[in-house]
C-alpha cells in the first residue's frame, strides 16, 4: 500500500509538472517558445518572448503547481505510516516535469518558479532566502539563471542542516545537481556576454 501512494504521488507529481504555460500561451500564438529569446520553456523566457502578462501567468501556475500538491500532502492529506517522504517526492516529481515534460520532448524549463513553490510549501524561511537571493542578484547582475542556480544549490544543505533527513537531503542534492546542469548554457552564455538579462529582448539568433 505505501509503494502504491509512492508510486502515484510521483506520477501525478510529474504530470502537474507537464502544465508548462509558457509553453502553452506561446502554442496558442502561433509559435514554440523554445526557438525563441533564450530558448528556454519559462516565466523569464515568456517575458522576453511574449511580455509581463504571460510571464506573471507563467510564473504563477509554475510556483502553484509545485506549492499545492506539497503542501496539501504535509497539511491536508492523511498519509499512511511509512510515506513521511512522500512530500518532498512529490516536489521533486513536479519539478522534474517542468524540467523534461514528455509532450515537449523532454526539453521543457528550468525548474526556478516550480523551486520556490516546492520551498514555500516545505519551508516558508528559505522561501524567503530564495527571494533574498533572486532580488540580490537581480539588482547586481539581472541573471535569473545565477539565483536558479544559488537557490538549487542551497536547498539539500538548508534542507539536510534543518531536518537532518539524510534520504531526502540526497534526493534534494541530486535535483540540485539536475538544475545546475541545465544551466551550463546559461553560464557559458553570460562568459560570452551573450546570454539574455531581465528586461531585454534578443540579443543574438545563438541565444535561441
Not at 509512492?6 to 526557438?35: E, P, S
Not at 532580488?135 to 544559488?150: E, P
Not at 534526493?171 to 540540485?176: F, Q
Request: charged residues 15%; hydrophobic residues 55%.
Amino acid at each position: 500500500m505505501t509503494a502504491l501512494w509512492y508510486i502515484c504521488g510521483v506520477f501525478i507529481g510529474y504530470l502537474l509538472g507537464n502544465i508548462n504555460t509558457a509553453a502553452i500561451l506561446a502554442r496558442i500564438k502561433g509559435f514554440d517558445i523554445r526557438g525563441r529569446g533564450s530558448g528556454n520553456a519559462g516565466a523569464s523566457n515568456a517575458l522576453v518572448t511574449m511580455g509581463k502578462g504571460a510571464a506573471v501567468c507563467s510564473a504563477l501556475v509554475d510556483i502553484l503547481k509545485a506549492f499545492l500538491p506539497v503542501w496539501l500532502l504535509l497539511h491536508v492529506i492523511p498519509l499512511p505510516e511509512g510515506c513521511s517522504h512522500l512530500p518532498v517526492l512529490v516536489g521533486i516529481a513536479v519539478i522534474l516535469g517542468h524540467m523534461f515534460p514528455f509532450w515537449m520532448q523532454f526539453r521543457g524549463g528550468k525548474g526556478f518558479a516550480s523551486l520556490l513553490g516546492f520551498s514555500l510549501a516545505i519551508d516558508w524561511r528559505f522561501f524567503l532566502v530564495c527571494i533574498a537571493i533572486l532580488a540580490i542578484l537581480l539588482l547586481t547582475t539581472r541573471y535569473i539563471a545565477l539565483a536558479t542556480i544559488a537557490c538549487a544549490a542551497a536547498l539539500p544543505v538548508w534542507h539536510g542542516i534543518g531536518t537532518h533527513d539524510w534520504l531526502e537531503t540526497v534526493l534534494l542534492s541530486v535535483l540540485a545537481v539536475v538544475i545546475i546542469s541545465k544551466h551550463i548554457q546559461n553560464l557559458r552564455r553570460m562568459k560570452d556576454g551573450t546570454e539574455i538579462k531581465l528586461g531585454e529582448k534578443h540579443k543574438k539568433e545563438a541565444d535561441t
